[in-house]
């Protein structure tokens, strides 16, 4: 799993599928502007493969088979064991293509006509905090119960979609 999500393309293939609605290979092509066809073909594959996404329905248009894929939300995470036996270089490399897919994803959001961060109350705070184990702990909890609500949100008509990325690690003594 951690291999299948570890690539920039399929991560974010991951994150437009969120939503609980089943899309087509183009309908994801379209949220993904800036990357080729063939490459979002490829990546939909892996994942399928992989388990991470699911065929919903087959049907035919124009004389071909269309699919709808819908995300598997039980397969599209790192479960703690598997977080707990990174090694240094694998967190080098998650946080790699996170940082990679969120420039992506922002650059293409920028990209569109319509964009208007101020209107769109875009952000990239940063804020470095000193905080006790305690505090810390109380933190992250504040911030699932915020957050973790949410993530189960269908796609509506009145929804936008929106990408969240909390960062946290401890900055390096001096």
Request: charged share 25%; aromatic share 6%; glycine share 6%.
């Amino acid at each position: 799993m951690l291999e299948l999500l570890a690539h920039p393309v399929r991560l974010r293939i991951v994150h437009a599928m969120r939503g609980d609605r089943p899309l087509t290979t183009s309908e994801l092509c379209a949220r993904l502007p800036d990357v080729s066809k063939a490459t979002v073909y490829r990546h939909i594959d892996h994942l399928a493969t992989g388990g991470i996404l699911e065929v919903a329905e087959e049907r035919r248009v124009r004389g071909a088979v269309e699919r709808l894929y819908r995300l598997r939300y039980d397969r599209a995470a790192i479960d703690p064991d598997t977080f707990q036996a990174l090694t240094p270089d694998d967190h080098r490399h998650g946080f790699s293509v996170a940082m990679t897919v969120l420039l992506a994803a922002f650059n293409a959001y920028l990209d569109q006509d319509k964009a208007d961060p101020p209107a769109d109350m875009v952000g990239y705070r940063q804020h470095a905090l000193w905080l006790s184990p305690d505090e810390l702990i109380e933190l992250i909890g504040e911030l699932r119960a915020a957050i973790a609500p949410r993530l189960d949100n269908p796609a509506t008509p009145e929804r936008g979609h929106y990408l969240l990325s909390p960062i946290l690690f401890p900055l390096a003594e001096g």
